[in-house]
């Protein structure tokens, strides 16, 4: 009886995270937050493998406003040796009502740091960053944004997020 109600238990998990992804609700890069262990975290090959893309919306007139992202590549941190760290930008051709931008640091397929949210109003442009301490691996950066463009223009909202390139880190 006790396995019949752990394998029910997991496939009502699973199921939770189809559901919320195919909502909206979650997006597909979180999904495998939910189905690791604790202490595991790995990412799921949406994580690891999609860029991100550009939004743009059209404003009065024939204004459109883009607003390009960039996955810098991880480095060595220059002003916190033994640390490795990945910026994550997003830049506008005009300024927006709100950016909200997120990093993630990987290293060897496994999320080692989360940023918090920055949360920019009235900007042309964020970033972010994520840092852990230094170990030999193969680093990616990953972002996620969202772009409040301003009124009168549409879409009104625009996301998008993914990896950068894959870095090889030696630490000293």
Not at 99 to 105: C, F, G, Q, S, T
Not at 111 to 120: A, G, K, L, Q, W
Not at 123 to 130: E, I, P
Not at 140 to 157: A, E, H, L, T
Request: contains cysteine; aromatic residues 6%; proline residues 7%.
């Amino acid at each position: 009886m006790k396995n019949l109600f752990t394998s029910t238990s997991r496939a009502a998990g699973t199921l939770a995270v189809i559901v919320l992804v195919a909502a909206g609700i979650a997006p597909a890069a979180e999904a495998s937050v939910f189905s690791t262990s604790p202490g595991t975290i790995a990412a799921g090959p949406d994580e690891l493998e999609n860029r991100p893309s550009p939004v743009s919306a059209r404003g009065p007139g024939d204004a459109v406003i883009t607003c390009t992202p960039k996955v810098h590549h991880p480095h060595h941190s220059t002003h916190r040796p033994g640390r490795v760290n990945v910026v994550v930008e997003v830049r506008c051709t005009a300024q927006v009502a709100r950016i909200r931008i997120w990093a993630r640091l990987y290293r060897d397929r496994t999320r080692v740091s989360v940023s918090d949210e920055r949360n920019i109003h009235n900007t042309w442009g964020a970033q972010n960053n994520a840092a852990t301490d230094c170990g030999d691996g193969r680093y990616k950066g990953w972002m996620r944004y969202i772009v409040d463009f301003p009124v009168r223009f549409r879409p009104d909202s625009g996301e998008s997020s993914g990896m950068g390139r894959l870095v090889r880190i030696v630490c000293p």
